[in-house]
C-alpha cells in the first residue's frame, strides 16, 4: 500500500525545499517531541515551533505533522535519532 501511495503522491524534495530551522524542529518531532520541547530546546518559543512545522507541513502537502515527518522520513530529507 505504501509503494502505491508513493508512486500515485510524490513528493518532490526539490519542490520547496525545506530550511534549516524547519528541518530541526521536524527532526526534534520525529523524536517524539512536544512543539514546548522543541521550543525550549531551540531557544524558540512554542509559537515559532509551531509556525516551522506549519511550514513544513504546507511544503509536504501533508495535513498533519505525523505526516509531514512520514514524507520526509521516506524521501531522507530527516532521520529519527540523528541530532
Do not use: D
Request: include cysteine; charge should be positive.
Amino acid at each position: 500500500m505504501y509503494e502505491c501511495y508513493r508512486r500515485c503522491c510524490p513528493f518532490n524534495r526539490s519542490a520547496a525545499p525545506l530550511t534549516k530551522r524547519e528541518l530541526e524542529c521536524l527532526n526534534w518531532a520525529a523524536a517524539g517531541k512536544t512543539s514546548w520541547e522543541i521550543g525550549h530546546i531551540l531557544g524558540i518559543s512554542e509559537r515559532t515551533v509551531n509556525f516551522h512545522i506549519g511550514n513544513c507541513m504546507q511544503k509536504t502537502n501533508s495535513a498533519n505533522r505525523q505526516q509531514a515527518i512520514s514524507k520526509c522520513l521516506s524521501i531522507e530529507i530527516i532521520s529519527c535519532g540523528t541530532f
